[in-house]
Structure formats: C-alpha cells, structure tokens
C-alpha cells in the first residue's frame, strides 16, 4: 500500500513510519523540512507548508496515495483543504484527533454545568458543547491556539464525498520523546528516594486514558491498512485504564521505589502540587471496537513501556524547577 503521511516527524509520526515501512508499505512523508526525525531512509520527503497543500496537488497527483494519514491536522480550515486536494487522489483520508472532543473535557476544565457523563466514554458519548476549547489562553505556546478544534475537523472529513474517513480519538500519550514529560514529576520524586507522593485524593481516584507511543502508532497504521476501518470513529489507548493513584504505583513497581501515594484533600495540598481539573469529570475512554473490529492488540506491553519512558525520561530531563521537599515533609509530617 501507498500511503501519504503529513507531517509525521514529531513524536508520533517516527514509529508509525517505522511501523508502516516494517509492515511493507511505500511511505512518503510530507512534512516542512524543519524536524531532523529518525526514520528509515527508504522513506521518502517532500517538503512544503500543510497549510498550502493547493499548491503541490499536481505533485500528490504523482505520488498516487493510496491513504493519506494526517497526523496533525488542529483547524477546521486544514481539514477542508485536505479534503479539497486529496478528493480524486486518494481512496481514504485517516485523521488524528483527540479525546479532547468529549464534553468531559470540558467538565473537567470547569466549563458548562452539565453532570459528568459516565465513564468509559464509547465514541458516541457526548461531545464538547462549546467550540475552540483554547482560544483565548494567554501565555498558550501553541500557534493554533486560536482556531484548533478537533471536533470541528471531524466533522469536515467525516461529511467529506468522495474520499473515506477515519477517525482515531488519540488518549494522553506518553513515551520516548514526549516534551511534556508526562511522568516526570512523579519519577524524580522516586529518584530522589522520597518516601511518599502527595496527590490531591480526587485526582488520586480520577481516571485519564493514556497510551505508549508505540502503541499509538500501532493503532493508527492498523487502522490506516484495514479497508474495515473506512468511516469508522476510533478512541485509541489502553485496554484498561487504571486510577492515577494505581498508575504511579505501577510505575513505582517498575522503578523499584518503596514509598507510596498518599492522598491529600484540596484544601491541604500544596500549591505547587495542585493540577487544575474537576476530578468529577473522568477521562476515561472505551477502546474495545479498535480492537473487536480491527484486531488491534498493543506490540508494547506496560511495564516495558514504562522502563523504556523512564530510560528517556533520565536522559533528558526536563527543566523544572526543584520541588519544595521542605514543604511536602511539613504535610507529610501533619498527617502521620
């Protein structure tokens, strides 16, 4: 198979070329030039901007794609224009979007009023009920801030004729390369050899579907190559998803760190420890028609995943400032 895939040199992308290119598919990555990205040479580059792809339609003409993936597609006017060149080119469009398109994202960032709707959220929960979910945010490094929105590029290339959708809901993804460093406030605490972690006790019991990027990008390739998966919506991640207290736990197992999670009510946690969100409002996603329709199965299991993100994580730690230890011993030191 052919596939076109857009703008996957970031963190995504590379395993799921690598995938494609393991599994015998001719891969072609279109994508500006700017990210020097580790994948195999018998890939090929076309460089230019996402956002003028008008301009190379006689050049996707020539590649012939089969499937295009779009792995960053963040606005409503990105979906239309690659809906509009890629009609009469290709036979189906994959899109990346997020679970960020459910209306408990909203609930949990403190919007709306409406009761939390119950978790695992299949793909027909809800949506969010209010659109552009970070316009407006002041100090947001993120140059779509403005017009992303994840529901409304659904809608585009689910409604799109002529060419096949499919859509896959991505979780919080974690793994080698993440720049969000996703465990790494809990890790250094366990390098550091503290003896316990203090969680707000809501956050403690809320539940936030996550997934390793390898087996992320094993889901999207395996919905890209399945005709099956031809206008079908998709939530992607782990099979199941523990409690956040469960999974620092898990990852306490893998490190070899003997402390623990302690949870803590709101009004007594630290502020530097305090993560904004309205713990009623789960996360949580129900991934099983991926894998009853399509036979996905993650390549990756947990523990290995973990061990080869702290890898990472410790070779390339971030930037963040020291925790206040001192602090954390004085609550710590209250409730003992």
């Known amino acids: 198979m052919r596939i076109l895939a857009i703008g996957a040199t970031g963190f995504i992308g590379p395993p799921l070329v690598r995938r494609l290119v393991k599994h015998g598919h001719d891969v072609v990555v279109f994508h500006r030039g700017e990210t020097d990205a580790d994948l195999p040479d018998i890939v090929q580059h076309f460089h230019g901007d996402r956002n003028d792809l008008s301009e190379h339609r006689d050049a996707f003409e020539g590649i012939a794609p089969d499937v295009v993936i779009d792995v960053v597609p963040y606005t409503e006017a990105q979906a239309e224009q690659v809906v509009e060149v890629f009609e009469g080119i290709a036979d189906r469009l994959v899109a990346v979007s997020s679970s960020d398109v459910y209306r408990n994202y909203d609930g949990w960032r403190g919007l709306g009023d409406h009761d939390p709707d119950p978790v695992p959220l299949d793909e027909e929960a809800p949506l969010r009920e209010d659109l552009y979910p970070y316009r407006g945010y002041e100090g947001l490094d993120f140059e779509y801030a403005e017009d992303y929105d994840k529901i409304l590029v659904e809608r585009v290339l689910m409604n799109a004729d002529g060419l096949a959708g499919t859509v896959l809901r991505l979780p919080a993804v974690y793994g080698p390369g993440n720049t969000q460093h996703r465990l790494a406030p809990h890790l250094r605490r366990m390098d550091d050899d503290r003896p316990a972690i203090l969680m707000d006790e809501g ?74 969100g309205d713990w009623r409002y789960e996360l949580e996603t129900d991934t099983r028609r991926l894998r009853d329709e399509l036979g996905y199965e993650a390549p990756v299991a947990m523990d290995e995943a973990l061990r080869r993100t702290v890898e990472w994580e410790r070779a390339h730690q971030s930037d963040a400032p020291a925790p206040d230890y001192e602090a954390e011993d004085a609550v710590l030191n209250s409730r003992s």
């Open 203 to 276: 956050q403690a019991a809320w539940r936030w579907t996550h997934g390793y990027v390898e087996n992320v990008a094993a889901a999207i390739a395996t919905a890209a190559t399945d005709q099956q998966a031809s206008d079908r919506l998709y939530n992607v991640g782990e099979a199941e998803t523990p409690t956040e207290a469960e999974r620092v736990r898990h990852l306490a197992r893998v490190v070899g760190w003997g402390g623990d999670v302690v949870p803590v009510p709101s009004s007594e946690l630290l502020k530097h420890l305090q993560a904004p």
